[in-house]
DNA sequence: GTCTATATTGTGATAGAC
DNA sequence: GTCTATCACAATATAGAC
């Protein structure tokens, strides 16, 4: 894991020179911070200008300066912000349980739920576009976001493994395989298209992706060769 | 289907009241629609300006806006001529072959290829941050990219299905799966990383992809129900 | 720290000569 | 049709008063 942004508000600092911050002024830059969230995560990097953020905060667009060094600034220490929000909202499967296809009903419910409109397809959405120009951006959010919910997932996977309750070769690509069957295009239909998917081929993602899957990695039937199931050639 | 832009370039329009175009004129509109390409994929709808566009097109200003009536205007035109020539980049499986896996194979390779840094995944990423804004052009990229690609897929498993050489109830959302299934998160990684996925892990995904899918819908083993691959409840 | 006012640059779009 | 020159405006960023 790279270093985390533990400390994304500016202006309070120790050791940068400046007076501790009052209780005002901790207040003003909130208020700067949830305005760019919400202009930014509206209209973009480029769309957004400072004027409507300051505005927006309450404030003048000199004490915006005051907190932030320039928009790019502000903007990623918006986005470091967001993602560290985002791993919380990635459901963790019980290893213990022993609803197997339970515990993928659940996190297949929460793999949707993400493309329906949460918080973490706003980022990525306007993340996409400057991905280039803020390399690192696009690497935290990854890392926490899609990386990290394949892992803990992968980690679920071996253990199921391990305990003789699937058959997985390769829990990281099986982990891979689970998360894209369910999200299907649900992604790109939520990236180019106003309209949301129709709940019923939602459902229909959802368990037709676990029977796949549990077809696939089932522990019991014909004899599979490493590396994968049933490989065809 | 929506009605195609079937005549992109302007200028020579028939009955617009302008004399026909000389070749010189031709030409120049063709740069125009070039440099658009080139500056637009690059930098993004906000980000490039007229002015830019216009220089590296080789000509000025006054000219652009002579043949686009604005910036909206010359992206759209950019937009669906590049549409255009996506579909003709997806591969049409051969329902006529013996080769089952291979038509698979071929398919797989083909939609890892598109997702390498392709054209299709450039406009893919200047199209999210604007499709609310032009939400027409997000919908014909989709109808010309991912869902023709997938209906043509689709319609090879239907016959597949009917010549009794795969068991797919369900066809759409078989074609579905079997796309995301190779695709995993390369186009995640494509939009968010700038180191491309190691070539090995492709090729997992390619053929594991195809174990998985073939071992949910081939036709001889165990007896299935309607709906999908073995429902688990 | 915070404001108002402004410097400076760049943008989309146009007028008018040729 | 094409150019040069320019308009009107919005953008980022800063000076200086309080």
Redesign the interface.
Known sequence: MTEHAQQVLPGSAVGDGTAPARPSTLRKVQQIFDAARTVFLEF?Y??SSMEVIAKRAGVSKATVYAHFTNKEDLFEAMIRQECQGIADGIYQPDANSEDL?GELRKMARNVTALFAGGDGLAV??????V??RF?RL??V??AEG?LSG?ENFAEFLRLAHQRGRLKIP?PT?AA??F???I???LA??A????APRPQEEVE??I???????????RAD??PQST???????
């Open positions: 973009g480029d769309a296809a990525y959405r306007i993340l996409v576009p991905a280039p390399p696009g690497e959010f990854y899609p394949r390769n690509l891979e395989q998360m894209s069957l999200r299907g295009d790109l239909d990236m180019l298209l106003v229909a993602l368990e037709g992706g676990i029977a796949v899957f549990l077809n696939a990695y039937p014909a590396g994968g199931p049933q490989p065809p050639h």
